[in-house]
């Protein structure tokens, strides 16, 4: 026997946030996380502008910006109440979100 659990609206508790630049170098954004989903805004002088809205598999339990050495941009730093994590970078010109590092960042220092 299977059950299926599912929501009908979108969470609106915010359960992290963070600040950076994350979409680029220049850009100033806030990131939220509500329970299962990271939403993206970019600061501007009228206000906050969404960039993306993600679902996430799993509850979000931490939330972190990091810039690695030489790095231009923030890296996304995210982990579940299940202790699973990943790293997500923004990619400018597709517009998309990426699991790891972006190539730009792969000849870093380690």
């Known amino acids: 026997m299977w059950n299926y659990c599912v929501t009908a609206h979108k969470p609106t508790t915010v359960t992290a946030s963070v600040v950076g630049n994350f979409t680029s170098e220049n850009e100033l954004n806030l990131i939220v996380a509500k329970c299962t989903r990271v939403e993206i805004y970019l600061l501007t002088a009228e206000g906050l502008q969404a960039v993306k809205d993600v679902p996430i598999y799993g509850r979000i339990s931490t939330l972190e910006l990091f ?5 231009k941009q923030d890296l996304l730093f995210l982990c579940t109440e299940r202790y699973k994590f990943c790293v997500l ?5 597709e517009e998309l979100l990426e699991t790891g590092l972006p190539p730009s960042a792969s000849n870093l220092p380690t």
Do not use: I, N, Q, T
Request: hydrophobic share 40%.
């Open 67 to 71: 810039r690695p050495p030489g790095a």
């Open 89 to 93: 970078a923004y990619d400018a010109v």
